[in-house]
């Protein structure tokens, strides 16, 4: 799903486009619980999602999800193997990871999500 929104970077969809894009069951209720994970665990480093939500105008209307160009840009730089400002080891060369890495080692270093 972040995949998706990254390579839409602005483009708003809603949970159920979002959905049946990627195989979600459940429509935007599955899309909200694929949401779940991560935000725990950007609130345990107090961090946003990167992708951003707006409520519907109306109650009979759906919210849209988005990721704004600057965060795709630096997701893909990760994902691509660039350092993304990371720093260097000792020896000179970059960290490897991605996202989910980095939000791993973010964890560590953080509170815990048990509770």
């Not at 109306?58 to 350092?83: H, K, M, N």
Request: hydrophobic letters at 35%; proline letters at 10%; one cysteine or more.
């Amino acid at each position: 799903m972040f995949g998706l929104l990254m390579d839409h970077p602005g483009d708003a969809m809603t949970g159920e486009e979002l959905a049946a894009a990627v195989g979600i069951p459940n429509g935007k209720y599955g899309v909200a619980g694929v949401l779940a994970w991560p935000a725990r665990h950007c609130a345990a480093v107090e961090r946003p999602l990167p992708c951003r939500y707006e409520e519907p105008m109306t109650p009979d209307a759906s919210g849209t999800y988005w990721i704004d160009q600057a965060v795709a840009d630096l997701f893909r730089t990760v994902c691509e193997g660039g350092s993304g400002g990371q720093p260097r080891s000792p020896g000179g060369s970059r960290r490897e990871g991605t996202p989910e890495t980095a939000v791993r080692r973010a964890g560590q270093a953080g509170p815990s999500l048990a509770g």
